[in-house]
């Protein structure tokens, strides 16, 4: 049976030259970086070439990077290791209720110990005003953490303008960059961010590594104690073979931009387009100017997402139910109910989201079945239009 990938915002296949640059460091760069012998050194430079690659992408300096595990780790060391060292200047932080569930629940154990925190809403588009992250301030307020790009939506909030208010007031912002990274332009200058997240795994890197940006100067709070690795800010020994792949996917995902970003945006256009005009009764949810290339968020009146993933699943078509993580979950997503669509709506969504490997053929292919197993699907709903 053919086999069509549409689920990139959950994680992505490493690519093939990122899988090459990997292996060396599998066998002959065996050393750990921190060791003064030949076999430490030998892998040293290389090391601190990918930090370069990853910074190069973000146009930050390398020394504002720091390696981690995930995604999820750079979220909680820059929300925990920020509000920590603000502690003394106030205990107020701001956030979204569409971020995800690495940043709100870093918020919620802080709340544990004595943080407030104000979660704003946001449009029917997914974003947060500008404005009300400004009423939102108050003289307490340490932080603010807006993500750049949605994870489910694919929508991409206006990070520079929440940037100029918070460092207007002298406050630290925090942004989750994960789903974004390689698929819109960062310069974490002009964004005038404090700190942000990213995630190998997310762009054609392997699993097991990310990174935090951390603004030159700025003092936070480790999360891990160990060793001096990552100067002092990240205890643990160096993920060498993945560092190395993250490295080479920022540089591949700089060089092929136009091109790679192009060809998914016209994929997806292709694909939302089709399903638009050969399926009735389809809302596309979130932004539909201001997105992500790869991503659509799609509700299907009448025909219940989780079910239309298993039917697409039996004709060899991965895509999600919402979020990766919390797929299987009874709840419906906390993003779509938080843009105010009604929950049959929010229960009737699939997330498609692409990437670079994806072609032509396989978007026909997809709508060449999708119309077939949504009207199967509402064929069987009590509540589907027939
Ligand atoms: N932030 C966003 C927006 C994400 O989409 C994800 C993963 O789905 C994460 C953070 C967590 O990244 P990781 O899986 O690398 O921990």
């Not at 040293?44 to 973000?58: M, P, T």
């Not at 929508?155 to 925090?174: N, T, Y």
Request: aromatic share 6%.
């Amino acid at each position: 049976m053919k086999q069509v990938y549409f689920d990139y915002n959950a994680t992505t296949p490493v690519h093939p030259e990122v899988a090459r640059a990997i292996h060396p460091f599998l066998d002959e760069f065996f050393g750990n970086p921190s060791s003064l012998h030949w076999a430490g050194r030998k892998v040293r430079s290389h090391y601190e070439k990918a930090r370069g690659l990853v910074a190069q992408i973000i146009h930050a300096a390398p020394e504002e990077i720091v390696f981690t595990g995930c995604g999820s780790e750079s979220d909680n060391h820059a929300i925990k290791g920020a509000a920590r060292s603000q502690r003394d200047r106030g205990n107020h932080l701001i956030t979204t209720v569409v971020e995800h569930p690495a940043v709100l629940n870093s918020m919620r154990y802080l709340e544990e110990s004595g943080f407030l925190v104000t979660y704003l809403p946001v449009d029917r588009y997914g974003r947060v005003e500008p404005d009300e992250v400004k009423s939102a301030i108050r003289p307490e307020t340490v932080l603010i953490s807006v993500m750049l790009a949605n994870n489910e939506t694919g929508a991409v909030s206006s990070l520079a303008e929440i940037g100029g208010i918070a460092r207007e007031r002298g406050v630290l912002l925090h942004s989750d960059m994960v789903q974004a990274l390689g698929k819109v332009p960062i310069d974490v200058e002009s964004l005038r961010v404090d700190l942000a997240s990213f995630s190998g795994h997310k762009m054609s890197a392997p699993k097991g590594v990310g990174a935090l940006y951390i603004r030159k100067g700025l003092e936070i709070e480790n999360l891990i104690h160990g060793g001096g690795q990552e100067g002092g800010r990240r205890a643990g020994t160096e993920n060498m073979p993945s560092i190395a792949g993250f490295g080479k996917a920022c540089e591949i995902a700089r060089r092929d931009f136009e091109e790679r970003n192009h060809n998914i945006d016209s994929l997806r256009k292709k694909l939302l387009e089709g399903i638009m005009s050969d399926v009735e009764k389809v809302t596309l949810n979130g932004d539909p100017e201001r997105r992500l290339p790869n991503t659509i968020n799609l509700s299907f009146e009448g025909a219940e997402g989780e079910s239309l993933v298993i039917a697409l699943d039996l004709k060899g078509i991965a895509l999600s139910s919402g979020a990766a993580c919390a797929s299987g979950a009874a709840h419906p997503s906390h993003v779509l109910a938080a843009m105010g669509i009604p929950e049959a709506l929010c229960r009737s969504s699939v997330r498609f989201s692409l990437g670079p490997e994806n072609t032509a053929s396989e978007v026909d292919y997809a709508l060449s079945v999708i119309p077939g197993a949504v009207k199967r699907l509402r064929e069987m709903s009590p509540f589907g239009p027939k």
